[in-house]
């Protein structure tokens, strides 16, 4: 289920929450819009982040803000 002007992602969790077989939710807050899916399998080919840290600085400390 894909919904447009959504413009919150606690918005987006709710309809996740209210919607039956919802296993995960996508906002994309520059669309307004949420995409609802029935697995939470996921595929990761994309990456998005700062320009600093340099990306492996990352990957040696996830936690690192």
Known sequence: LYAL?????????????????CKYFYYDSGSASCELLSSSNRTC????????????????NPSNN
Not at 48 to 59: F, L
């Open 5 to 21: 002007n959504i413009l919150s992602p606690s918005l987006c969790q709710y309809l996740c929450v209210g919607y039956d077989g």
């Open 45 to 60: 080919d994309l990456i998005r982040g700062p320009p600093t840290p340099v990306i492996e600085e990352c990957y040696d």
